[in-house]
């Protein structure tokens, strides 16, 4: 495949550079979710429910089959204790950023900004609302941490088999995602779409530094590894629990966030057994 073929003549130049190269791929689909809001204008919040489903069967099914399985049938030698204690720490350290970070949930919908008293369009800007805003954008930015990470390690771990479909897996569910952001902005009445894409950018640009340093701390010492990767994934378990799953279903549209999360665990699967 062209991917594989392209990332192995990377790996003369050394996982870190592999991990820079996946974690700009992994952002530029942020991007490209950030800007679908120039074609698909006024998504409605159950399109964008459904899409963030989606997103949530992705990472649940990465979780497992690039970082669980692989972390301890490959680099922990059947031994399930380094893999679990690190998803253990993962999901800890996402508790307590959510704890000490502010932290909203930002999607209205077109009826939720007349019921705040808003006219049929935009509502005008407020402190109120530009502050939930960045609160959204700071709590999509702390999330968007662990995939960056993942993408990081799972280059940093030299077996292109599972990082690339991981790659590619996270850089899928960040169109929703990017998307999300925008739409956030656009309804905290930032009329502005290129600002809108800006925010929606700027949310997931720390995963580039984040993949950087995931491949430069597996390749400090290999014995990491397993950890690293129980890391990543009970981080990303932690976001798919405690954030995506009660944001889809909290506005009546459990159906279509449900069937978008079996949508993307087939999309997953399907990719890690083809590429893999």
């Known amino acids: 495949m062209v991917v594989t073929g392209v990332f192995e003549w990377i790996g003369g130049f050394g996982p870190l550079v592999q991990g820079l190269i996946g974690g700009c791929i992994i952002t530029a689909f942020n991007l490209l979710g ?74 209205l919908t077109g009826q939720q900004r007349q019921d705040d008293g808003g006219a049929a369009g935009r509502l005008p800007v407020t402190d109120t609302r530009l502050e939930g805003t960045i609160l959204f954008i700071f709590a999509i930015t702390l999330h968007n941490m662990p995939e960056g990470l993942a993408v990081g390690v799972g280059f940093g771990s030299g077996n292109l088999t599972t990082a690339i479909p991981l790659m590619l897996a996270i850089g899928i569910q960040n169109v929703p995602e990017g998307l999300a952001v925008s739409v956030a902005a656009i309804n905290a009445g930032l009329n502005r779409r290129f600002y809108a894409v800006l925010t929606g950018v700027r949310a997931g640009l720390v995963e580039i530094p984040l993949a950087v340093i995931g491949a430069g701390a597996v390749q400090v010492s290999t014995e990491l590894l397993p950890y690293a990767m129980g890391f990543a994934a009970g981080a990303m378990l932690f976001v798919i629990s405690d954030e995506i799953v009660p944001e889809t279903h909290a506005m009546g549209n459990e159906r279509i966030a449900t069937l978008g999360t079996v949508a993307g665990v087939v999309i997953m699967i399907y990719l890690d057994v083809s590429l893999g």
């Open 34 to 107: 950030a800007t679908l809001v120039f074609v698909w204008r006024d998504p409605s919040r159950r399109a964008i429910d459904g899409a963030l489903g989606f997103a949530a069967g992705v990472m649940l099914a990465a979780s497992f089959t690039s970082l669980i399985i692989p972390g301890i049938d490959q680099y922990a030698h059947g031994n399930p204790v380094p893999v679990l204690v690190g998803v253990v720490l993962g999901a800890i350290f996402l508790d307590q950023s959510d704890a000490l970070v502010p932290h909203a949930h930002f999607l």
